[in-house]
């Protein structure tokens, strides 16, 4: 029986931004645009409200500013640098290269080889697994592909005695806890930091360090649940005979059938040359973007291009290796850029209302810098660390609405990046409270879309699923505040 949490149904991002621009577009005429003073640091007693008030027409023409215009100049606003012509085309040619990538099947055999390498201590898988799928979090942005893979280990979790809950932790809340705690995520922080005006990818030792502190943690969390709640399954007899190679139970579900439910790919999860040279591409590709990065100062087009170079080279190995075909390979690659449209409306739309907003250009009159300047006259008073803690509380209240990481950097980066400025906070932070924000708070919000389809998969009620995470999560933003304090005491930059 289904809660009513999970009968709930949130509208379409695209919709939920339709009428926030609605809403904007009919209160920019009333609200008194500002500006901040040229030449000199952007400050409270820099702001000047400007002679005249943004008016909003339905459809402009030159210079004005119009509803329906709003699209369209949100999608062409910006550089090849930056948001959003520079980030949308990022997006859509990385989103092509894991369309090729995920079309070669090579990441699908290397999990498939982890659980029938570590298949005989449960939990070595556990804790292995919960750490793939965090690395995918924190490398690619994983979230809906997590559904799938659940789908594809609640069998073993199921006869190794364990409740599917675990499943859902060592996937989809593994991936939530690599997506905030990352250091070159292309949907999360690189995005957000581009619309910040930080150097993209910067910042990456504190974040690695994050890393491993959270995963650690979300290991150990989900191991002593997992051994708590474990209800051991003896195998049958004919089961002590296999190849030690094999997953658990790999023979055993293909003599049993429906009765261990196990999928049979399980059983063939041996990997060829043609799977090695793939990952040992992405794991090159990913050495290369941090020393571009760190070294050489790769910016968006350099970093696109790596992924293109990644993309590429995959295609290569698997036609080789007869996987795909090259009309197979070019139909991935648009696939995975298809996939990613609903990010570039999404950021197109948010950078839309921005637009109507009067744009992030602190030094010309607009709705934002008015807002910039109330908020930071009520935390003027306040010390950075907590005006850093309101930011990380808003980014996360946010998520109960927004749970797109890539859409709430675009509406709000602009906004908490010009706050970060008047309240004495690095942008850097700003951009840290983002992500830790927003990736924890989905691991229980009811409205959040993938997690209540990876819940429905498990077959775990959302009320019964809170009653379990809650006490992680508290742990987790007890955590993420200390992280974010930390980062204003150390000026993280």
């Known amino acids: 029986m289904s809660s009513p949490a999970s009968r709930f149904k949130v509208p379409n991002t695209l919709i939920i931004l339709l009428f926030i621009a609605l809403f904007v577009a009919l209160l920019v005429p009333w609200v008194p645009a500002g500006y901040f003073e040229k030449g000199v640091a952007i400050s409270l007693d820099s702001y000047r409200v400007a002679e005249h008030n943004i ?78 799928f965090a690395a995918g979090g924190a490398v690619f942005g994983m979230g809906e592909e997590t559904i799938a893979f659940l789908a594809l280990l609640l069998p073993l979790i199921r006869r190794m005695g364990y409740p599917p809950e675990v499943g859902v932790m060592m996937t989809y809340v593994a991936s939530q806890i690599g997506f905030g705690t990352s250091w070159m995520n292309p949907f999360g ?19 690695i360090v994050m890393f491993v502190i959270f995963v650690s943690t979300g290991i150990a969390f989900t191991l002593w649940y997992a ?52 990952l040992a591409g992405i794991v090159a590709t990913i050495i290369w973007i941090v020393w571009g990065v760190v070294a050489a100062g790769y910016f968006i087009p350099e970093i696109a291009t790596q992924f293109v170079t990644l993309c590429c080279y995959t295609a290569l190995i698997a036609i080789c290796a007869k996987r795909l075909t090259a009309d197979g390979a070019a139909e ?15 950021i197109s739309m948010a950078k839309g209302i921005e637009y109507l907003l009067g744009g992030s250009n602190p030094h010309a009159p607009s709705v ?16 950075p660390i907590l005006a850093a803690q309101g930011m990380l509380a808003v980014q996360t209240a946010f998520t109960f609405v927004i749970h797109s990481g890539s859409a709430q950097a675009a509406i709000n980066m602009p906004l908490m990046a010009g706050l970060s400025d008047l309240v004495g906070v690095t942008r850097q932070t700003a951009v840290l409270a983002y992500q830790l924000g927003n990736a924890m708070a989905n691991m ?50």
């Open 227 to 278: 051994e708590r709640h474990r209800k051991p399954q003896p195998l049958p007899d004919h089961a002590a005979a296999t190849d030690n190679s094999a997953p658990v139970d790999a023979h055993a579900s293909a003599s049993t059938g429906a009765e261990a439910g196990q999928p049979a790919a399980l059983a063939s999860a041996s990997m060829t040359a043609a799977d090695r040279l793939i």
């Open 332 to 346: 991935a690659f648009i696939n995975g850029a298809q996939q990613l449209m609903p990010a570039v409306l999404v």
């Open 368 to 383: 934002l810098n008015t807002f910039l300047h109330s908020m930071g006259t009520m935390l003027e008073t306040w010390p």
């Open 55 to 132: 008016h909003i027409a339905w459809f402009a023409s030159g210079k004005e500013v119009g509803l329906f215009n709003a699209p369209f100049e949100g999608m062409t606003s910006g550089s090849r640098t930056g948001s959003a012509i520079g980030v949308i085309a990022f997006i859509l040619l990385v989103g092509g290269a894991f369309g090729v990538i995920n079309a070669s099947g090579a990441v699908d055999r290397g999990l498939l080889r982890l659980i029938a390498i570590t298949g005989d201590h449960p939990r070595l898988l556990l804790g292995s697994l919960f750490a793939a």
């Open 189 to 207: 922080v690189a995005l957000a930091q581009g619309i910040a005006n930080v150097p993209l990818l910067s910042g990456a030792p504190l974040r």
């Open 444 to 493: 229980s919000v009811p409205t959040g879309a993938i997690l209540m389809a990876t819940l429905g998969v498990a077959g775990v009620p959302w009320t019964r699923w809170f009653g379990i995470i809650w006490r992680f999560q508290l742990l987790i933003l007890l955590m993420s505040m200390g992280m974010v304090a930390f980062a204003v005491l150390y000026g993280y930059n």
